[in-house]
Every structure is written in C-alpha cells, then in structure tokens.
C-alpha cells in the first residue's frame, strides 16, 4: 500500500500520507505475528518447543537482516547521490515493491512446503508425553 501510494504520487508524497501508510503496515505486521508463530509453535510437540522456538527465532532474524541488507542496497541503487524527491520516491516504491513481491514468494513457498499433521497425531503425541510415556521413536531411561 505504500509503495503504491509512493508510486501514484510520483515522489512528491507528503509525509503524513507516508507515515499513516506505514504505521497501518507497521500496525498489520504485529497483529499478524503473534498468530503466525503460534500457528508455528502448535504443530511441535511440547518436548521439542524450546528447540523450535529458537530456530523460528532464528530465522525470522536472519530474514529481517537481509531484507534490510538487500532492500536498503536496493534503495540506495536507485536513488543514487543527491537530493532529487522523485529519485527517492521511486527507489522508494521500488524497494517496497520487492519486499511485497519477496513476502508473497514466501508464502507461496511456505504453503508448498506446509505438511498436515497426521489427523491425531500431534494429540496423541501430547497425550503420551503429559503421562510420561516415550514418543515415537524415544526410549525410555
């Protein structure tokens, strides 16, 4: 939304019109979160929650790095040295673009990758571990 805002208005964008769009992305992206790593966290048995916890951690580190890193070189390219407002406005809407069009290749590959549990398998895996009985695979010691 706000590179296309930044995009319509041809770089002469006033800032509150900016700041307004962003702070409704901003807004967006921390409602969606919390729910999205639950969603993630709930598929993993209790056992094995502190390791995932970190790794998802990780990784949504790791990515907001590099979307930084490569949105910021990308920015930079475009609008060059100088001053001029519609260099920057272009860079600008060109840099949000890709990380829109970025965001939407990882959902269409997190949803490729994505595995259903087996139906009761998650269930039956925490009914196991609250009675102290070893998972799939576990011995006891």
């Known amino acids: 939304a706000a590179a ?6 041809g770089g002469a964008l006033p800032v509150a019109a900016l700041v307004s ?4 992305m901003g807004t967006g992206q921390g409602l969606l979160m919390p729910g999205v790593i639950g969603a993630v966290l709930q598929r993993v048995p ?4 502190g390791s995932a916890s970190g790794v998802l951690t990780t990784a949504q580190q ?8 490569l ?3 990308l920015f930079f390219a475009i609008a060059g ?9 272009a860079a600008y ?12 290749l990882a959902t269409v590959v997190a949803r490729r990758l994505e595995r259903p549990c087996e139906a009761g398998a998650h269930d039956d895996a ?16």
């Open 46 to 49: 209790p056992a094995s929650a």
């Open 81 to 89: 040295v100088g001053d001029d407002p519609a260099a920057f406005g």
């Open 126 to 141: 925490v009914g196991r571990q609250r009675r102290g009985a070893p998972l799939a695979g576990e011995q006891l010691a």
């Open 71 to 73: 949105g910021g070189t």
């Open 62 to 69: 790791t990515a907001n790095v590099l979307g930084i890193a």
């Open 21 to 24: 769009a962003l702070a409704v």
């Open 4 to 9: 296309a805002l930044v995009l319509a208005a």
């Open 93 to 104: 809407a060109t840099a949000l673009g890709c990380t829109a069009a970025g965001a939407a």
